[in-house]
């Protein structure tokens, strides 16, 4: 079992950034790829970017290609989400979550955190 607790949420301004982190614990976390997914009010819960085990190999969905990057600290058992130039509509819950292997699907997941709030003003 897999632990996951999201922390770095938070109220910014259009344009601002904030930094996600995710803390593992339990099993061993270089064996899974991890993943960022974020769902608004409303809205059915969407991909935002992944990342294998060794951090190698990242995917993103189009909407954040260039403003978001996933990183990971294998020694510090914690996942990354550097959110830059942040605008309106990325208001939503992010959750991380762990797979055996990177996809941008949210039923490969199998561990996921209990989320935290970014809120982007306009």
């Known amino acids: 079992q897999v632990q996951l607790l999201e922390s770095g949420g938070g109220l910014v301004q259009a344009g601002g950034s904030l930094r996600l982190s995710c803390a593992a614990s339990?099993?061993?976390?270089?064996?899974?790829?991890m993943g960022w997914f974020r769902q608004a009010p409303g809205k059915e819960r969407e991909f935002v970017a992944t990342?294998?085990?060794?951090?190698?190999?990242?995917y993103y969905v189009d909407s954040v290609k260039g403003r978001f990057t996933i990183s990971r600290d294998n020694a510090k058992n914690t996942v990354y989400l550097q959110m830059n130039s942040l605008k309106p509509e990325d208001t939503a819950v992010y959750y991380c979550?762990?797979?055996?292997?990177?996809?941008?699907?949210?039923?490969?997941?199998?561990?996921w955190g209990q989320g935290t709030q970014v809120t982007v003003s306009s």
């Open positions: 979550a762990a797979a055996r292997v990177s996809s941008t699907a949210a039923y490969q997941y199998e561990h």
């Open positions: 339990g099993r061993t976390f270089s064996d899974y790829a």
């Open positions: 990342i294998n085990w060794s951090g190698g190999r990242t």
